[in-house]
Structures are given as C-alpha cells and as structure tokens.
C-alpha cells in the first residue's frame, strides 16, 4: 500500500491564481481531512470529509474548497490564492473507529 | 471553542535524561489522544496513542498518562537519543455525536532537542 500520497510536492503561485492539491489514500478509509501546518506552529483543520459526497468546513475553511466524489480521492482547491495561504498543507486519513490518523507527506505552497 | 495547549514550546536535553510534554484540552467529551512526531520537512507519524478508559500506556521509552479529571496528559521519554530530536504534537478528538466521527485538534508542537 502507498498510503496517503499527495502531489506537487512543492509548488509556488502568484497572488490570484487557482490551483488543486491532489490527494488520494489506498487504504479503503472512509474519513479523509485537509490540514495546513504554518512555520513553527501546529497542524489547522481545513476540511474533513467522511464518506464520498460528504464534506464539512473544519477550523480554518476561508479560502478553500474540496470535493468528494470518490472514497479514495480529497482533492482541495484554492481559487484566488493570496500570501495567507503560504503554508504546508497535510492531507490524512482514517478508518471509522479507529481514529488514528495517516498523513500524507505534504505540499509545500508558497504565494508570492 | 475547542482548544488543547501544548507545553513547552521548546525543550532541551542532554541523551540519556528524560524528556515530558504536557498538553490540557478543553472539551470533557475528548476520548481519544494521540501523540504524533515530526521530523523536519517531514509528515507527522504517530508514535502512540491513549484513550479516556486507560489511565496510563507504555511503549519501549515512550509512555503517555491521561488525567481526565484535570483535563491533560502527558508525554515521556526515557533514555532520550539524538535521533529523539523532532517536534512533537499532541491532539484530542472532538466528536460529532450525530456523525459519529471524529476531529483532531492539535497542540502547537514541542520541539526536542536531544544534546548528545
């Protein structure tokens, strides 16, 4: 199994422009969740989903979007990228039940 | 709103000593607390984990206790090793009871260093 995988690893935008982070688990987990990690500090819950079709704001939702429509994809979106969003994104997974948590290994974003 | 502190921000000791973390959460309802290490440039990894109905868990050089009347628990380490050098994360699960799933909040990280 590769997990939680997640591209670009690195990508850099202009203030404005629109991209989509990908992210896609093997694992059959129901419970998939966007998080960014700020320089120095913890881990803000962007979105969660918890099953294909279901999708909720978590702390910080400003600024983004995502979709569900399939168990093994979370892709998030960004549509008018602005310096804020300068931030390593995390995408996890998990199983109902078990509440441990996998993150994938990260996209580093950075808006100029 | 929901929150869970994390102490110190910064910890500094020399391999061998021992190393603890301590995090207070806010919502009595948490049952659920995992600690998660990352290394720089890394993704964060769990390296273990408790919950509500266990008061204490051991794991090699790693152990955590929960104290759920005060609302926090804690992270050791024993006979710390340079490789122990990282951040560390606590959280605590929020449940959505008509959902029945779960949210993690995170702690604001501890970074170790261990001073061979």
């Known amino acids: 199994n590769a997990g939680v995988t997640q591209t670009p690893k690195f990508r850099i935008l202009k203030i404005g422009q629109s991209m989509t982070l990908q992210c896609t688990q093997d694992?059959?987990?129901?419970?998939m969740y966007w998080y960014r990690q700020d320089p120095g500090m913890g881990l803000k819950l962007i979105y969660y989903?918890?099953?294909?079709?279901?999708?909720d704001k978590g702390e910080v939702p400003n600024g983004y979007n995502v979709s569900r429509s399939t168990t093994e994809d979370f892709p998030l979106r960004l549509e008018l990228a602005a310096p804020s969003q300068t931030s390593v994104y995390f995408c996890?997974?998990?199983?109902?039940?078990?509440?441990?948590?996998?993150f994938g290994p990260g996209t580093r974003l950075t808006v100029l | 709103g929901e929150n869970v502190e994390q102490h110190p921000s910064t910890l500094s000791v020399q391999e061998g000593d021992s190393a603890v973390i301590k995090c207070t959460y806010s919502?009595?309802?948490?049952?659920?607390f995992p600690w998660y290490k990352q290394e720089l440039g890394k993704r964060p990894q769990l390296i273990i984990d408790?919950?509500?109905?266990?008061g204490e868990k051991k794991d090699q050089r790693i152990a955590v206790t929960l104290n759920k009347t005060a609302k926090h628990f804690s992270l050791h380490i024993t006979e710390t090793q340079p490789e122990d050098s990282a951040v560390y994360f606590c959280?605590?699960?929020?449940?959505?009871?008509?959902?029945?799933?779960?949210?993690?909040?995170f702690g604001a990280g501890t970074r170790l260093a261990v001073h061979p």
């Open positions: 996890a997974s998990s199983s109902p039940g078990t509440d441990t948590q996998y």
């Open positions: 694992m059959n987990h129901n419970y």
């Open positions: 989903s918890v099953g294909a079709g279901i999708t």
């Open positions: 919502d009595s309802a948490s049952n659920y």
């Open positions: 408790i919950r509500s109905n266990v």
């Open positions: 959280a605590a699960s929020i449940y959505k009871f008509s959902g029945g799933y779960n949210k993690l909040i």
